[in-house]
């Protein structure tokens, strides 16, 4: 088995030579879209298989690899976010791993194992730990029982309690070469791998999510308006994206403003390329201080995306602060 990514060759290598020997807690820490979730469940397969190749690799073939890829390895547990009904009766995805949830994985690990192996625990996204489940978890972290191993798995360190990173052996995937990136695209059909890339921050998996979705239609219709401030209609536009979703309102909007930041700051844009000329007369109307406010709103903003007021509303409240950027 190889890495599930051509780009994570070398932290694969890295990790199976300490098969042996794993870390009993181990960060991967890094980027989103970069793999980091599949490179630890690679590796949680690799630690439970019972007939490892001769790299150290899973097989894929024997009962526990079964089990793994079915979901049910008696041994394996997953603690991630999950889904909740709201009083309202509408399922929404948690934004914190509960303690509930980190209990029952620390209860998990005082168990006997079912084989003779080892007991993985993937918490992805660790950074959600709230800080009741990251106290029930520390204590496991601390001293984890015999054959126990941790994997936790992180887009933003920073904000795992401290003593938790203290207790991890951290490996870090940084963003890939782009010509790497763009091959692996390439392999996976989809056109202009290097613009996506771009737009993606040099992120292949969420360039590829983009290739293949509608997202791309609906970021250059809010794009081409964001574009024109001078004639841009909140009411109309606020109307006419509300179905634009909240994750790729956010996503577009954020980087549209990071962009407007750059171009003023560092004259160059990052991810937009294709609006290149257009931010760059618009950075040059734009005043800084009203900018950066409005990209602190929109950078809270992605951390209430699972409650959206709204929409309309909302998305009219931001055009009209939008458009004082260049008044
Ligand atoms: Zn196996």
Redesign the pocket.
Known sequence: MSAPYPWLDASWQRLLATRARPAQALLLAGPRGVGKGALARAWA?VLL????LADGA?????P??HWFNAGTHPDFRLVSLQEKTTKEGETRMATAIEVDQAREAVDFVQLSTYRAGYRVVLVDPADTLNLASANALLKVLEEPPLNTVFVLVSDQPRRLLPTIRSRCTRLDIGLPPVDVAAQWLAGQGVDDAVNLLALSGGTPLDAQRWADSTELDERRSVLEGLARPDRLDPVTLGERWKTVSPQTWHNVAYKWLGDLLAVKLQGKVRFNRDFSEALAQLGKKADLAKLLALAKTQANEGRTLAHPLNRTLQVQAWLIQYRHVFD
């Open positions: 397969q298989c019972e007939a490892p899973a097989c894929g073939q024997c526990a690899c």
